[in-house]
């Protein structure tokens, strides 16, 4: 069995951008949500790493979709969990996995360009590009190598330059695999699509989605009641936390996995055609 393919392996190009890549936020959003959605939903969603054999091959062969929910250890204020990244990005992967089937792999916790070397905040680790990027190389060979054909990336922590990195070793993956789809969103993107613009850093959008679903781990308390925020203070990006709701958060949730869905679909449409007419060529 090949563990690993450099055959194809394509220079690594240092990313140019600077900029940490906050999006703007906003509370006010359309009503864009199927209101049948919820009947679509599966019973359950699976988590790769509790998979015996057995139910491994029935979805590879039925839905060779696996998500990587990559996030980082990093400040997140005072008022929430420092694992917030890839919290939500798991949680936000495990209701896609739920609605459209396929597995959802252990979430990774290794940022680059995080709060410490760009505003020097602590309890925040920050990993190399280049451990970002061979770590990331390695498991989508790997999902490739089992079966694995739609392959999401779905990124928690929105780093410039760490974003920069993901998607270069998504298109060098792509670039080496016809039979295969990989993409990598941020987290907010779905929900962009639809003109909701959910990143931040800390912030009112982030802030609701933990709250949605993981309310034990915020506490808004630890913020100073009004006043302002600064910065180089309190490591907060985008619209005041203090207007956070688990409402505002579970809708954020449903719209990505609304807009997500039909995307990812498309691409099992197209791997599960190309994998039949490898097939019947044999
Ligand atoms: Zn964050």
């Not at 949680?91 to 609605?99: F, T």
């Not at 330059?161 to 987290?187: G, L, P, S, T, Y």
């Not at 309310?215 to 600064?230: F, Y």
């Not at 005041?240 to 498309?266: C, M, N, T, W």
Request: charged share 25%.
């Amino acid at each position: 069995m090949q563990l690993f393919s450099w055959a194809c392996s394509g220079r690594f190009t240092p990313p140019v951008s600077s900029s940490y890549g906050l999006a703007p936020t906003a509370l006010a959003y359309k009503n864009v949500l199927p209101s049948d959605m919820k009947q679509n939903r599966k019973e359950d969603c699976v988590k790769y790493e509790e998979c015996r054999p057995q139910q491994l091959d029935r979805i590879i062969e039925e839905c060779p979709f696996a998500i990587i929910p990559w996030g980082a250890h990093e400040w997140h204020s005072l008022h929430a969990a420092v694992g917030l990244d890839t919290l939500k990005a798991y949680h936000m992967a495990l209701d896609l996995c739920a609605e459209i089937g396929g597995v959802v792999l252990p979430p990774v916790y290794c940022g680059y360009q995080t709060m410490k070397p760009w505003r020097d905040f602590r309890h925040t680790l920050e990993f190399t590009r280049e451990t970002v990027y061979y770590l990331l190389l390695q498991h989508l060979e790997q999902l490739y190598d089992e079966g694995f054909r739609v392959i999401l990336v779905l990124m928690g922590h929105y780093g410039g330059k760490h974003v920069e990195n993901i998607q270069e070793v998504v298109k060098r993956f792509c670039d080496c695999h016809a039979r295969a789809r990989a993409v990598a969103w941020q987290d907010y993107l779905p929900a962009s699509w639809v003109d909701v613009k959910g990143g931040d850093h800390a912030g009112v959008n982030e802030t609701s989605l933990l709250m949605h679903y993981r309310p034990d781990l915020v506490d808004l308390s630890q913020l100073p009641a009004e006043g302002e925020l600064p910065m180089e203070v309190y490591g907060i990006g985008g619209e005041d936390p203090r207007k956070a709701s688990p409402e505002h958060g579970r809708y954020l949730a449903e719209l990505f996995v609304a807009q997500a869905a039909p995307k990812i679909r498309e691409m099992l449409a197209e791997v599960l055609e190309i994998r039949a007419a490898a097939k019947g060529q044999l």
